[in-house]
């Protein structure tokens, strides 16, 4: 297995460029998350989906927007880059377990310019 | 306001060594405490989730203990490796009715010198 695989690695955008990242998870998880985490700042929760076709907002959801068209995928996207979008970006899963265990992928690492 | 602070920022130790590090937090009600291991440049690993009833749990030489009345929690590191040089983040889990939400602290940047 896979687990919770991110694409891509790393990129750069200049300002107001577009793009997309990707997770796709092979573990059969109904609930997917996309975090950023910034120096001096814990983990920050932009959106998340609760199954396939449903998303919705977390804490800093201005700027990104996502989709979920299949269980195991699932996009974030930004339509217009800036340089306070420079990040790493983390993808999660968490399973249906009592404890509800939650799966990162490697990461994203964006800079914009 | 719920809140999850941890100390000390970073730590340095030498190879061998034990460490503790510490988790307070203000997340009420809360379902599970979690510590997580992030290397540099690496997602986030769990090590070990508690619930409010749960006192202490191990994972190898990792062990956990939390406190639910004072509202702490430590993470105890025993006969260090280089390996466990990373950040060690510790998560609350909110839990207010259907309601589900993650705080996590900042981490404490720990490096183990040969």
């Known amino acids: 297995n896979a687990g919770v695989t991110q694409t891509p690695k790393f990129r750069v955008l200049k300002t107001g460029q577009s793009m997309t990242l990707l997770c796709a998870q092979d573990?059969?998880?109904?609930?997917m998350y996309w975090y950023r985490q910034d120096p001096g700042m814990g983990l920050r929760l932009i959106h998340y989906?609760?199954?396939?076709?449903?998303?919705a907002k977390g804490e800093v959801p201005d700027g990104y927007n996502v989709s979920r068209l299949k269980k195991q995928n699932f996009l974030l996207g930004l339509e217009s880059a800036a340089p306070s979008q420079t990040s790493v970006y983390f993808c999660?899963?968490?399973?249906?377990?009592?404890?509800?265990?939650?799966?990162f992928g490697p990461g994203t690492r964006l800079t914009v310019t | 306001k719920n809140q999850v602070e941890q100390s000390p920022q970073s730590l340095i130790i030498l190879e061998g060594k034990n460490c503790t590090l510490q988790?307070?937090?203000?997340?009420?009600?809360?379902?599970?405490l979690r510590w997580y291991k992030q290397d540099t440049g690496r997602g986030p690993v769990s090590l070990t989730i508690?619930?409010?009833s749960e006192n202490t749990k191990s994972n190898g030489r990792y062990t956990a203990t939390l406190d639910a009345d004072t509202k702490q929690s430590s993470l105890h590191i025993t006969a260090s490796q280089l390996s466990d040089s990373a950040s060690y983040i510790c998560?609350?889990?909110?839990?207010?009715?259907?309601?589900?939400?993650?705080?996590w602290g900042l981490g404490t940047s720990l490096a183990v010198n040969p």
């Open positions: 999660a899963t968490i399973d249906s377990g009592p404890q509800y265990e939650q799966y």
């Open positions: 573990m059969n998880h109904e609930y």
């Open positions: 989906s609760v199954g396939e076709g449903t998303t």
């Open positions: 988790c307070n937090y203000t997340v009420s009600p809360f379902s599970n």
């Open positions: 508690m619930t409010f």
């Open positions: 998560v609350v889990n909110h839990h207010a009715g259907n309601n589900r939400k993650l705080i």
